[in-house]
């Protein structure tokens, strides 16, 4: 029998903070909180770092950066995931969903052909991973194209979670024509003359995208998989998303969408860069608002992994929260919305995904890792 004790910890547990506490951790799952004997254990001295559990990601698209980090410059799939899990690890992320777009050729490497290449790249490398490595397919329901690849995910199971996406220009992200056409040039290097061609194609696919939409929903569901809506902006949209049964509002463009999201039952994701930033890069709404007002429940990395530790640790200071009013906007929150009941809090029989986080020049960072009870990453930042 594998265990280890954690000593002389500061220990977020899901509803209060425990100052000099202790931790038993056997083969792989928390076996004891501040338990009285533990002689045949290994012990760790934290010296007064802070413990809290692994984070869970449901949205980060970093991984599609590992494979183009320049437009048109394309690194090997096993590459990029190795080096998108050492990221996830070191940030203290234990469980990632990688979001990964299927648009039919319309946004960079967001092509059905490449998103299904990169799928199976994660499955492969995760008997060798450090995280836990999940699949978020984020569809675009004007791709017709998309339908049959998804479905065979879905039936082969490799899909976690499903996220619907509609980036036609006058709603949800882009508010205008306008806006959208400078982002396609700007973003992803496009012509005027190839900006024209996605524009009707994606005009031409608008029809049948509900039925589309619908039998992927009840796909996903006898699957066991959570549903996500991305960028709602009214309302109108989340009633249609709520007679779906779409359990998850990803990034709600205002306070009104958000709040009427969560009245109606569906929990609500805003990213990890927002806080930091203290903006929206869209112009949307702030996420430190939403906290405010109450309306959000999980924070994701979205591009940046290495934010959400230190979105967490800033909340507290910007807002009413404590600290494990913080921790579970990316702990108990997300494994809750994706039905991960193993994980996400410090609590006996849960799996030890665990991480302790130091304080170098006043800045949190993840020092130590454990998945499943076995260190996955060791950030030294005492050098004496």
């Known amino acids: 029998m594998s265990q280890m004790y954690l000593t002389h910890a500061r220990i977020i547990l899901t509803n209060e903070v ?146 619907l996406m509609d980036h036609t220009p006058g709603q949800g992200q882009f508010k205008s024509m306008a806006a959208y056409r400078e982002y ?79 009245q109606q039952g569906m929990s609500t994701i805003m990213g990890a860069p927002n806080i930091l930033r203290g903006k929206s890069q869209s112009g949307s709404m702030r996420a430190i608002d939403g906290i405010h007002a109450d309306v959000v429940d999980c924070l994701c990395a979205d591009y940046a992994p290495a934010a959400l530790i230190v979105a967490v640790f800033q909340i507290p200071e910007i807002s009413e929260l404590n600290l494990a009013d913080a921790v579970r906007f990316v702990t108990a929150n997300p494994a809750k919305a994706a039905g991960l009941h193993d994980r996400g809090e410090i609590a006996v029989g849960k799996r030890a995904d665990l991480i302790a986080v130091d304080f170098p020049g006043g800045l949190p960072q993840v020092s130590s890792v454990w998945v499943d009870g076995v260190q996955a990453c060791q950030n030294n930042y005492d050098h004496g």
């Not at 869970?56 to 320049?70: G, N, S």
């Not at 290449?117 to 008997?127: C, D, I, T």
């Not at 005009?203 to 699957?223: T, W």
């Open 18 to 163: 425990l100052e000099d506490a202790s931790l038993l951790i056997k083969d792989g799952l928390i076996a004891a909180i501040n338990p009285d004997n533990c002689a045949s254990a290994s012990e760790i001295d934290l010296k007064g770092k802070t413990i809290m559990p692994g984070m869970i990601d449901l949205h980060c698209d970093a991984l599609e950066k590992e494979v183009e980090p320049r437009p048109g410059v394309h690194f090997p799939m096993n590459f990029a995931i190795a080096q998108a899990d050492k990221r996830n690890a070191a940030a203290g992320i234990t469980t990632v969903f990688h979001a990964m777009a299927f648009a039919n050729n319309e946004l960079g490497v967001r092509s059905n052909e490449m998103a299904a290449q990169l799928v199976s790249a994660v499955h492969a490398w995760q008997p060798h991973a450090l995280v836990d490595n999940r699949v978020h397919c984020r569809y675009e329901i004007t791709d017709v194209s998309g339908m049959p690849v998804l479905q065979s995910l879905l039936e082969n199971k490799q899909m976690d979670l499903l996220s």
């Open 184 to 262: 396609l040039k700007r973003t992803y290097k496009r012509s005027e003359s190839e900006v024209d061609d996605i524009l009707e194609q994606k005009q031409a696919a608008a029809e049948g995208a509900f039925e589309r939409v619908e039998y992927l929903i009840k796909l996903a569901h006898a699957n066991g998989i959570s549903v996500a809506s991305h960028d709602d902006d009214s309302s109108e949209r989340i009633d249609t998303m709520t007679a779906l049964n779409v359990q998850i509002s990803e990034f709600p463009i205002n306070l009104e969408t958000a709040r009427y999201a969560r």
